[in-house]
C-alpha cells in the first residue's frame, strides 16, 4: 500500500501540516484547532519547493517561517508572521 504523503493547509487560517494531522468537520478534513475547510498539495517535497522558489523571487526567510508555521493555526499571515517574529526575537 503507498504511504498517504499529501499536505493540507487551511483555506480560513494558516494552518498546515500532513493530512494524517487533520481534524475533521463534517466528515470533511480541517484545521483540528479552528475547523477551517482545507485544500490539499500532493507531498510535503513539493509544498516546501514552492515556498523556496517564493523565497527565491525576493522574500528572504520564507522558507524558515514556512517550516516553523507547520502545525500551528493563525487566523492569517500578519498574525503567523508576528508571532514568528517574536519568536526570533525572543520577545515574549
Not at 480560513?12 to 493530512?19: K, T
Not at 466528515?27 to 514552492?50: A, D, I, R, T, V
Not at 527565491?56 to 508571532?83: E, M, T
Request: hydrophobic share 30%; aromatic share 14%; charged share 25%.
Amino acid at each position: 500500500m503507498k504511504e498517504d504523503t499529501r499536505v493540507v493547509y487551511g483555506a480560513g487560517c494558516v494552518w498546515w501540516d500532513s493530512i494524517h494531522n487533520a481534524g475533521s468537520n463534517g466528515g470533511l478534513p480541517s484545521c483540528p484547532y479552528c475547523g477551517s475547510m482545507l485544500f490539499e498539495m500532493e507531498s510535503e517535497k513539493k509544498w516546501l519547493g514552492l515556498a523556496q522558489k517564493y523565497e527565491k523571487a525576493g522574500h528572504s526567510g520564507y522558507v524558515d517561517f514556512i517550516k516553523w508555521l507547520k502545525g500551528k493555526c493563525y487566523p492569517n499571515y500578519d498574525a503567523a508572521r508576528s508571532a514568528y517574529k517574536k519568536v526570533q526575537h525572543n520577545v515574549t
